[in-house]
């Protein structure tokens, strides 16, 4: 999924970190040759230059330039603009307030509304739904066969009526809905080839009488640029209430993801990428532009380490991890081939979910002290750190001019920091990412 562009996109950050020292005019660079990938990939013109331009406003007024890691800083903008522009927050469907929820499916014919309207009714059944499936589509031949099929296929009832009336057939659906235990209802509409006012009206006037509670509009990922023009046409007759994406599994440039949400003003809900239930997922921004990004802020954290670690140090060090026995004399070698890789917060604002592990204050200061309280154990000390009893801790205190409390912090901190490397060796990660991400001492 959206191969190409993430691919474009890592080249101009590997450029962006590669750079020591970033003056204002690398980032006007890099930033035009974000832009020329954006719109490679068929993002909306205007969309692709407000998100330049917002990248760039707050790169250059956000201290980037003289922040140690300008290059990480500025890709990490660039994700916190990607994720403001697929709309930050994952937004449910609403199907609260009285039963039956009404769910209308609309679009351009071929998008994959039939398709997604199985798959949600399947995924629906199994988080205890009762959902009925709708066949309003009269008009193509076979829609409403292809529909029962579906339906049968994700065992979820269907219903369907020899009426050339759409407005009738759904009135009844809704009609038989109420006299049964159906608590959600997904209308599949008919197609259309163009954006057309009688199949418009028609589906206004659908919209107008069942008041459904949600009204999605499913977009084909690989038209690109026709898929939000067309869910805008829609959006303005019909104001619908989410966006799902659907054929994210082909070569799909990803431009209609990028652009739709800020040209509708409407959130994606779902993307659907392969033709089975299980290729229907909720839509996460920050998740997407992850995927987008290629995980940078992971691979970038790697390549940070590799930079600074020996790969043969990396080597003893995963065996020892490997044995548990990692001991002090490690950690104090950690500490010094950590002062390489720059600033403790840098690196954890790469790691995601790491920025609670702040909370253990490791600074600049602090960081010298604990290297002269390791400095002050005797080297079976650093191998047992078992055996460092009360009057040793005295000693190791008086020893590197810090407090026992000093000493005490730090070595709970090393039994931290081995609690964490543990669970980054269950991480799923490659072997060689995950070889380096148990370089770090802070973990
Ligand atoms: N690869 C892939 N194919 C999909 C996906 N969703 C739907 N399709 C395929 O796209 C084609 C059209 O899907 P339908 O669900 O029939 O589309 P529709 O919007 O209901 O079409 P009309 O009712 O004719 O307007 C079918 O061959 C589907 O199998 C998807 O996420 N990935
Ligand atoms: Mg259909």
């Known amino acids: 999924m959206l191969e190409q562009l993430r691919d474009n ?112 009714a399947k995924q629906l059944k199994s988080s205890g739904k009762r959902p009925l499936l709708v066949a309003a589509d009269i008009y193509r031949p076979a829609a409403v066969e292809q529909l029962q099929i579906l339906g049968e296929r994700s065992d979820v009832p269907v219903y369907r009526e020899d009426s050339r009336d759409v407005l009738r057939i759904c009135r009844n659906a809704l009609a038989q809905a109420r006299n049964s235990d159906v608590n959600v209802l997904i209308f599949d509409t008919a197609g259309r080839l163009h954006i057309d006012d009688a199949m418009m009206e028609e ?56 652009s739709i949400r800020s040209v509708t003003g409407k959130p994606i809900k779902y993307i659907s990428a392969g033709e089975t239930t299980e290729d229907l997922e909720a839509f996460y921004p920050e998740r997407f532009a992850g995927r987008i990004l290629g995980k940078g802020d992971v691979l970038s954290l790697v390549e940070k380490a590799q930079e600074a670690f020996d790969e043969k140090e990396a080597e003893k060090l995963e065996k020892k991890l490997r044995k548990n026995s990692f001991d002090l004399h490690d950690f104090r070698d950690q500490l010094k081939m950590l002062k390489k890789m720059g600033p403790l917060s840098s690196l954890m604002d790469m790691i995601p979910g790491a920025a609670k592990l702040k909370n253990a204050e490791i600074d600049e200061k602090q960081f010298l002290r604990t290297a002269a309280i390791l400095d002050s154990m005797t080297r079976e000390e650093k191998s047992r750190p078992e055996i460092i009893n009360a009057g040793r801790r005295r000693r190791i205190a008086a020893g590197s001019g810090t407090q026992v409390s000093d000493v005490n912090r730090l070595l709970n901190q090393f039994e931290q920091m081995k609690k964490m490397m543990k669970q980054m060796n269950r991480m799923k990660l490659s072997k060689q990412a995950l070889q380096k991400m148990k370089n770090m001492p802070w973990n």
Not at 210 to 222: C, I, N, Q, T
Not at 249 to 258: I, M, N, V
């Open 9 to 120: 996109l890592q080249a101009v950050f590997k450029n962006l970190r590669g750079q020591g020292k970033i003056t204002e005019q690398n980032i006007a660079l890099a930033l035009r040759d974000v832009r020329r990938t954006l719109l490679e990939a068929d993002v909306n013109y205007g969309v692709a230059r407000s998100f330049i331009d917002a990248v760039k406003e707050k790169a250059l007024g956000e201290k980037v330039l003289t922040s140690i890691t300008p290059g990480q800083q500025v890709i990490r903008i660039i994700h916190e603009e990607m994720v403001h522009l697929l709309g930050e927050a994952q937004v449910p469907l609403k199907l609260d307030g009285l039963p039956p929820a009404m769910i209308m499916v609309v679009g351009l014919q071929g998008s994959g509304k039939t398709t997604f309207a199985a798959k949600l």
């Open 203 to 258: 589906l206004s006037a659908i919209h107008r009488e069942l008041k459904p509670r949600e009204l999605l509009f499913v977009a084909d990922g690989m038209i690109g640029q026709d898929a939000v023009n067309a869910a805008k046409a829609f959006n303005a007759r019909l104001d619908i209430t989410g966006i799902v994406l659907t054929k994210m599994d082909g070569d799909t440039r990803g431009g209609a993801a990028l």
